[in-house]
């Protein structure tokens, strides 16, 4: 028994590899990864010398590659994580997103179905076609909506988003039109260890270590909310195990906060962690223009996941910010790697808009 990993050098696919093969009867993980920008074979480092890692640098688009992982490999379940994931680039470059989540999802699902077409008894009950995707869909909240059910109607507003419902919706069709066997998770924003510091939380502490400016979209009273990826892992396993096939699950950490007091709380840990003798590290915050299009609110109901699967985040935000803050600082050999040449083009491209 194997499962087939997509994305797996990113973030949270990193952090899912880990987490699973950490039980040593584990099932072993074939890892197809393009290693983009976001992917860092830095973050699988432990697997090294573990054959049940097998480690594919590939494109989900490649559809010969996965015919012949198949064949090789047979996995009894698919883990989709390859994705391009951050609004800011999907504003400033749609094409890539549109490349992978719509067309990677597509030709993923059309090598699967074919794959599984193939297969026989309970093989072919048991096989999963795992979709995981985001919150984002759902669009954006007034203030005093209630959070995201999982028939709440789609709503993207921004490219990324739009690229991800899209996928959900194939994801759907194979499942209504092929009886592909398949579950979709819809997640609230993730923060934890090897998280690329584009992203809010780990913008702010690399930011702030290195004594630049913290910036702030807007008036930072967008809501997001939070959760920490060892609990998105844990939520995935659980859809895995037990989900209901053909089923949606939302997963979130019951933790709505606004982007100014996440950035104070990010502080406030820093200076107790790492003072600066230059002064609190808040005096960086810096206000500046806001994202086009910026959803100002997501809010996840994740009742159906614990009603079905007993599924309830482990880390409070508390516990979960402190983990992530000492990674950070414990890890700046990783930051200093991430934070390439591209990366500070990047940097220089978006900032440069907002001012
Ligand atoms: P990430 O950007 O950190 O990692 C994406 C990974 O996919 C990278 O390793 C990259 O190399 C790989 N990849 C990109 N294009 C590929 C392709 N064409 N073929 C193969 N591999 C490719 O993203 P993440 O934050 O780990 O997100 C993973 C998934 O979870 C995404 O589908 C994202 O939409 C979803 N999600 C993310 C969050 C969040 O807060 N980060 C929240 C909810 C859902
Ligand atoms: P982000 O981490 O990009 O996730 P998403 O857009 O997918 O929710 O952003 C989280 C929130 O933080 C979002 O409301 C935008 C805001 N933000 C800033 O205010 N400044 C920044 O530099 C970044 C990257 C995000």
Redesign the pocket.
Known sequence: MTLLVTGGAGFIGSNFVLDWLADAAAEPIVNLDALTYAGNRQNLAALEGDARHVFVHGDIGDRALLDRLLAEHRPRAVLHFAAES???RSIHGPGAFIKTNVEGTFTLLEAMRAYWSALEGDARAAWRFLHISTD?VYGSLASDAPAFTETHPYQPNSPYSASKAASDHLVRAWKHTYGLPVLTTNCS?NYGPFQFP???IP?MIVNALAGKPL???GD?M?V?DWLFVGDHCSAIRAVLAQGRCGEVYNIGGWNEQP?RDIVHTVCALLDELRPDPAGPYARLISHVKD?PG?DRRYAIDARKIERELGWRPAESFETGIRKTVQWYLSHADWVAAVQSGSYRDWVATNYAARG
């Open positions: 951050h609004v800011d984002e924003n584009e992203k809010l913008l910036p702030v979209y930072g967008q997001r982007n994202r910026h």
